[in-house]
Every structure is written in structure tokens, then in C-alpha cells.
């Protein structure tokens, strides 16, 4: 009898690296009050939102090394992208988070209807 094949090791909260966070007073509960309404653990909340600002943050410095006569951008995405260069890093942060929080809004509010 042919031994049988090992499956890929799957995710398990025993082996998952681990690391210790403190919170400022308050975060806590508004990080399960969040998670509540996403429907997910606290947990799986954080990663989820540790994920995406590393993605946007990925994504903002994809956009940073376009350059302003790049024929793929219209010349609003060349208004846009000036606009956005002369933004303090900590405001282009703020912009991406909000046009991202747009985004769920609009998505959230297709799947309702």
C-alpha cells in the first residue's frame, strides 16, 4: 500500500506566528465593534486591515515611480498624480484610506440592492 500523500500544513492558530500588541485605552472596543459588523473575529479583523494598508501602501508607491508624460495616463490621472506628489506622505495616506473607504461604501451599498 502506497503511503499516503502529505497536504500542504493549513493554517493553524498554534503555529501561526504570534505577536503581542498594546492598545490604547478604548481601541479594543472599537476594534470589536468593527469587527462585529464585518461579522468576524477581532482577530481576522486586524489582519484584514494590516493587509490592506500594506496593499495601499504598495500601491501608492507603484504610483509614485509613474512618471507625469507616462502615455498610459489621461490627463486627468496626470492632473491627479501632480495633485497627489505634492501631498505630504501622511496626506496621501489620508486620501487613499478615504477614496478606499468610497469604494467599500459604493460596493456595500451594490450588494444591498
Known sequence: MRPLKQATPSYSSRTADKFVVRL????????????????????SEIIARLEQSLLQEGALQDHMNLRLDSPELSLHERELLQRFRQLTHRQQNALI???ALIAHDAEM???EG
Not at 26 to 39: L, T
Request: zero cysteines.
Open 24 to 43: 490604547p485605552e478604548g481601541m479594543r472596543e472599537r476594534i470589536a465593534e468593527v469587527a462585529r459588523g464585518h461579522h468576524r473575529s477581532m482577530n
Open 97 to 99: 484610506a478615504l477614496i
Open 109 to 111: 451599498a451594490q450588494n
